[in-house]
Each structure stands twice: as C-alpha cells, then as structure tokens.
C-alpha cells in the first residue's frame, strides 16, 4: 500500500511537473514558430539570382557570341543592322524554354525590382517580361515595371553585334544563383 501511494504520489508530480511546463514549453515552441516564419520570409525576399548587362555577360563569358547574335535577333525582329555578321541565311538558338514560366517571370520581377530600388509595390501587378531566350543558363529580357523610359531609338553595339532599341530600356541579363 505504501509502494502504491508513494507511486501515486511520483505520477502527480511529474504530471504536475509536466503539465505546468508544458505551458511554457508550448510559449517556446510558438515563439520558435514565429522566428521560423521571419526568417522564411526574410529568405523569401532575398534575390534568386544577379543581373548583369549584355556587356557584362559577354565580358565574364556567361554569354558567347552566338549568344549576343541569337538575343539581337530576337530583340531587332531579324537580321536587321546585323546583316554582315549574321547573313541572310541566320537561323538564332531556339529559344528554350519557349516562354517563361509564371514562377521564374515573378522572380525575375521581384529581383528586378529590389535590383532598382522599386519602391512601389503597385507595378509588381502590372509588370511585364520581354523574354529573347535563355543561354547558358541565363535569361536574357526586358522589364517593364516600376521605370518610364525615354522614347528615343537607342543603339548598343557588343563585339560588332548591333541591338537596335525603341527607347531607352535595355536587355538584362538574368542568372539564377
């Protein structure tokens, strides 16, 4: 009998024990909870990737010359100012994927936007990707958001290629980490 109580007695006290930590085991556990939700949202708004200009991609070799012609093709319409370099028989990479995806466009927004310091959040709905093809595992596009441009026809010219714009927006470059 006396075995009983004292057994008894141990399984009050360390449920007692238990159940009054509990309380505060459960404080711990909701507060590494939040913790876990600010830091995944903190990684969320990291940026996914780097942007680099045309020149800057030819320059660090993350673009080859096939690359540029290929990307000024699409961005001319054709051969158009390239008919030297590229003759009229040119046919550019494919470009693959054949469109961008919804969840590489949004990520490419949102960096694009932290990379300019967009401060509004209202052009992130609106914002709109020319895509000219991916190459070496880079995307090459134009962003349309947060920016106005200048409506003036603008000329880049990198290792004799020629890129022909209708203003003052430029291609981007864009590599996934």
């Known amino acids: 009998m006396y ?42 708004n990291q940026p996914k990737g780097t942007f680099y200009t045309l020149q800057e991609a030819f320059n660090n070799k993350l673009l080859l010359l096939d690359d540029i012609k290929s990307i000024a093709f699409y961005n001319n319409g054709g051969i158009y100012g390239n008919e030297e370099i590229m003759g009229v028989e040119y046919l550019p990479i494919p470009k693959s994927p054949s469109v961008l995806s919804e969840s590489i ?37 134009k962003v349309n958001s947060c920016q106005d441009y200048n409506d003036v026809v603008t000329y880049v010219t990198i290792y004799g290629v020629l890129f022909i714009f209708p203003n003052t927006q430029q291609i981007v470059i864009y590599r996934n980490y």
């Open 3 to 44: 075995k009983r109580i004292l057994v008894l007695m141990l399984c009050f006290t360390f449920t007692s024990l238990f159940m009054g930590c509990g309380s505060d085991l459960q404080k711990q556990i909701n507060k590494l909870n939040s913790r876990i939700a600010e830091l995944e949202q903190q990684l969320e």
């Open 105 to 141: 466009k949004n990520t490419i927004i949102r960096d694009y936007e932290n990379f300019i310091n967009c401060q509004s959040t209202s052009h992130s709905s609106s914002a709109t990707i020319y895509y000219l093809g991916s190459y070496n595992n880079c995307y090459a596009v």
